[in-house]
Structures are given as structure tokens and as C-alpha cells.
């Protein structure tokens, strides 16, 4: 008989410590990793090493944060629709009354629109305190939509969700607009560390970084990306953090920088989409509190400072992970006998041998 309350194991392990600073947090931390893919572990674990050898850590900077939900509605004409959106716009203090009376945390702090033929496409952006926000933005666009169609003239229902917000879906739009987190992690590695941890140069790093990730994305039609492998740090830190690991569709999305500062490495990668909480859907599981307790993700903060610590946290946990890649990558054969060694140790361990 199926267990409708089983949970499902996946393995995870601390790695690190990552030496980070920036506008949220100036620590030393390691971070829980939960993952089939054993290799990852060590790879983010050299990043992380690399690190600790540079006098300011990965600098952190947190750019900007917000919470969207976008919702339809139908107008009689497309002039019809153009007025209501002028008028949405210029209400915007009344909206945002209407916003603190569904939600002590939520608030409005913008509202854009799309008009196409005679629909019109509100996306309304909160801030929503240590909250990822999905639900406080639905609430609370709920509400906005019921007092529009209240009290806008020419207006109907089309839908509670637009696409237009957008969630859990690759797009241009939260890349240009935000949704979630932006970040921007930096590190400059002296270049005694690139070659003696990362074992290559910060020429070799550059090239590949313009050749794979610039070139080789534009070529195979990427959105708004230009990165290596994002999505395996984000899916292992959203899992033992408990966040949606859905979000790492659009948490992916992001840009690698890479230049040669006459044999020093600055390395950046920029996450303009990380949706993450300390409260919230997932968070009541004991592993989950467990973590963020030893992130010090759970202290007593003002609303939304444990949220923005998650986010550098996971932020600088991309760029070990794709600084460990992109070194391995410039040296023939390094990634797959890396690979082929951990998963045979890693079986070995498994059966006892």
C-alpha cells in the first residue's frame, strides 16, 4: 500500500565552507547539498576552497527583489483597455491599501501591463517579507483583480493567472523585469589558486566561457542564459532548503562572466531569478529547519533579511559549482574520469566493499 505521507530520500551533504561578503552577509558557511549526482559535492567543494583563498570571498550583491503575479482581463476594445491600464496605474496607492488589508507581509510595489488586441495583461510585482510569495501574490491579486472589476469601467474577467508573471516557465520577460532575487556574485581568484586548485589559467577559462557558454547558448537559442550547468546547484540547494524546486526553471536563467586580469581569474555569475523563503510551504519539515537554523537563515531579523541571506547563500553556491565546472572543462578528459572515479567510489561505498 502506497504511503500518501512517505517521504523521499535524497542524499545530502554539507560542503564548503564558502567565504562570502556584500551587501546581505560577510561569513564563512558550508551549505547543504541534496542530489543524486554524487560528483557535485566535490566539484562545489573546490569552489568553495577557491574561495577561502581570495581576500574578499565571493562578494554577494543582492540587486533587487520582488514577487509577481500577473492576471487577464478582457476589455471591449483595445482604447478600452489602454484607459483601464492608465487608470490601474495612476490608483496604484488605493491598489496597495487594498493589498495591506489580505496580507500583514505583502506589498505593492509596482504594477506593469500588455495590451494585445482587447486584452489587457496586469502583472503586479510585492514585495512579500521572508515568504518565496507564490500564494501571498495570488492572494493578493485576487483581491486587486476583484476591486478592479468592481470599480474600472469596461472591463470583465479573463483569468487569475496570465502567463504573464511568468512562473515556473523559461521567458525574456523575468530576466528584463525580475521575479525573485536578483544576485550578483563575484570572485577574483589570484592566479597562484587557478592553477594550483582549478589546475588551468584564467585565459583557458575565459575562452571557454565565451566559446561554451556565450556562443554555444546563442547557437542553441537560449534564453537569457549564458551558463554551464546553474540548474544542478539550484535543484540541490532548493531541495535540503525546502523551496519549490519547480523555480529553477526560471532560477537557471542567468549570465557567466569571465576575464583575464593579468593571470588573476574574475569570475561572475549573475541569478536574476532566485526564488527562495525561510517561511512558508516546505519549511515545517525537520531537515528543512534544521538547515536553514545552521545557514542562519532562521535568526531574529527584520522581514525579508533571512530570505535575502538564502539567497547570497545560494547565489554564491552557483558560481563554486560553475568556477569547478568550467576549470574542469578546459582540460581534456578531467570531467568524465572525475565522474567515472566518484560514482565508482561511490558504488563501492554502497555495496561494502
Excluded at 512517505?6 to 547543504?32: C, F, H, K, Y
Excluded at 532560477?251 to 525561510?278: H, K, W
Excluded at 528543512?288 to 530570505?307: S, W
Aim: hydrophobic share 45%; net charge neutral.
Amino acid at each position: 500500500m502506497t504511503d500518501a505521507h512517505a517521504i523521499a530520500g535524497i542524499p545530502m551533504r554539507w560542503v564548503g565552507p564558502l567565504r562570502i561578503s556584500g551587501n546581505v552577509a560577510d561569513t564563512e558557511t558550508q551549505v547543504p547539498l541534496a542530489t543524486y549526482e554524487s560528483p557535485l559535492w566535490p566539484s562545489v567543494g573546490r569552489g568553495a576552497k577557491v574561495s577561502r583563498l581570495a581576500e574578499k570571498g565571493i562578494v554577494a550583491t543582492l540587486v533587487d527583489e520582488r514577487m509577481t503575479r500577473s492576471v487577464l482581463v478582457e476589455a471591449t476594445d483595445a482604447q478600452t483597455a489602454l484607459t483601464a491600464a492608465r487608470t490601474i496605474e495612476a490608483r496604484i496607492d488605493e491598489l496597495r491599501e487594498v493589498v495591506r488589508g489580505c496580507s500583514r507581509f505583502a506589498q505593492l510595489i509596482g504594477i506593469r501591463h500588455e495590451i494585445t488586441a482587447n486584452l489587457l495583461f496586469l502583472r503586479f510585482e510585492f514585495s512579500t517579507g521572508d515568504a518565496s510569495g507564490h500564494n501571498m501574490a495570488t492572494l493578493a491579486s485576487d483581491a486587486l483583480l476583484g476591486h478592479l472589476l468592481q470599480t474600472v469601467a469596461g472591463i470583465s474577467y479573463g483569468s487569475i493567472s496570465a502567463n504573464y508573471c511568468t512562473d515556473k516557465k523559461a521567458s525574456a520577460i523575468n530576466g528584463i523585469l525580475g521575479r525573485g532575487k536578483n544576485v550578483v556574485t563575484e570572485l577574483l581568484v589570484p592566479r597562484e589558486a587557478v592553477a594550483d586548485v582549478l589546475h588551468t589559467t584564467a585565459a583557458r577559462i575565459v575562452e571557454l566561457n565565451i566559446r561554451k557558454n556565450l556562443l554555444g547558448t546563442l547557437l542553441a537559442g537560449g534564453v537569457r542564459s549564458a551558463n554551464a550547468h546553474y540548474a544542478n546547484m539550484l535543484l540541490a540547494f532548493y531541495l535540503a532548503t525546502g523551496q519549490d524546486a519547480a523555480n529553477i526553471v526560471e532560477g537557471s536563467q542567468g549570465v557567466v562572466m569571465a576575464e583575464d586580469r593579468d593571470g588573476d581569474l574574475y569570475f561572475s555569475c549573475t541569478l536574476p531569478n532566485l526564488i527562495v523563503g525561510t517561511v512558508g510551504n516546505g519549511k515545517g519539515l525537520g531537515f528543512v529547519e534544521t538547515n536553514l537554523t545552521r545557514l542562519g537563515c532562521k535568526a531574529d531579523r527584520e522581514p525579508g533579511q533571512n530570505a535575502r541571506r538564502l539567497a547570497v547563500l545560494a547565489a554564491a553556491t552557483v558560481l563554486c559549482g560553475e568556477l569547478s565546472l568550467l576549470a574542469a572543462q578546459t582540460n581534456p578528459g578531467e570531467l568524465m574520469r572525475a565522474h567515472v572515479q566518484l560514482e565508482r567510489d561511490n558504488t563501492t561505498a554502497k555495496a561494502g566493499v
